[in-house]
């Protein structure tokens, strides 16, 4: 579980040797119009990593992945996770 901003940096920095990962939310949409992020599951051929949220402050790693287009992205039910990623890093992934 990623829980720190160095755990994600280092996770991203690993990542970073995969030509593909695969991308899902989990949010909540209670009492709000916009998805309030829960979890980030990523996936990178190899290993599985929960990011959560709650403990991050510094998702500029996260974001440098998310804009790198040498790194495939797949998502999970893709327009709903496109819509969190824009509403929490305000801005949307690179293919």
């Given at each position: 579980?990623?829980?720190?901003d160095?755990?994600?940096?280092?996770?991203?920095?690993?990542?970073?040797a995969?030509?593909?990962?695969?991308?899902d939310?989990?949010?909540?949409?209670t009492?709000?119009?916009?998805?309030?992020?829960?979890?980030?599951?990523?996936?990178?051929?190899?290993?599985?990593?929960l990011?959560?949220?709650l403990?991050?402050?510094?998702?500029?790693?996260l974001?440098?992945?998310?804009?790198?287009?040498?790194?495939t992205?797949?998502?999970?039910?893709?327009?709903?996770?496109?819509?969190?990623?824009?509403?929490?890093?305000?801005?949307l992934?690179?293919?």
């Amino acid at each position: 579980m990623i829980t720190t901003d160095d755990a994600l940096a280092s996770l991203c920095e690993a990542v970073r040797a995969f030509p593909a990962i695969a991308l899902d939310t989990e949010f909540v949409r209670t009492r709000t119009y916009y998805p309030q992020l829960g979890l980030i599951q990523l996936f990178d051929g190899e290993h599985l990593a929960l990011i959560d949220p709650l403990g991050i402050t510094d998702w500029s790693p996260l974001k440098a992945i998310l804009r790198d287009p040498s790194i495939t992205k797949f998502l999970h039910a893709g327009s709903e996770d496109l819509e969190v990623f824009l509403n929490v890093f305000g801005e949307l992934p690179q293919p």
